[in-house]
């Protein structure tokens, strides 16, 4: 990853998803895509990536008289880090604890259980290896 955590708020993920989905964007296009679910202001949207700059999660470049905007923190190792973090939060660092409650609040469907097994298999598989 960046060499430390880098925890993105709810905010933050918003913008990552549509930079990791088409980049680079200009912060008008980040406006022009967030409007009707955000609302927010070319303003408010600026404040954020510079943030996010300082942080080492986005980087930007100038391309005319825009800066164009790029994801530098990938999806695969947000999403990682955010998993580790819900699960030590919420269930103590327990993936068997998160399923049972899943299992429990009968919130899997069929298609989540063969899933599961299937993940687990190739986990089991590569954990033999």
């Known amino acids: 990853m960046l060499g430390k ?4 708020s709810d905010g933050e993920w918003k913008l990552m998803n549509l930079l990791w989905d088409d980049a680079p964007r200009t912060v008008a296009q980040l406006v022009s895509a967030l409007r009707s679910d955000t609302g927010w202001t070319k303003g408010t949207v600026f404040m954020m990536l510079s943030r996010m700059a300082e ?3 986005v980087r930007y470049e100038q391309g005319g ?3 164009l905007y790029y994801p530098v923190l990938k999806r695969e190792d947000a ?20 399923v049972a409650s899943l299992a429990g609040q009968k919130a899997l469907t069929k298609e989540d259980i ?10 089991e598989k590569e954990a033999g290896e």
């Open 5 to 8: 955590t880098v925890g993105l």
């Open 55 to 57: 942080k080492g999660t």
């Open 65 to 67: 008289r825009s800066k």
């Open 79 to 98: 999403a990682s880090c955010e998993t580790e973090s819900f699960l030590s939060k919420v269930y103590g660092g327990s993936v068997g604890l998160m």
């Open 114 to 123: 063969d899933e599961l097994y299937a993940v687990l298999r190739d986990a």
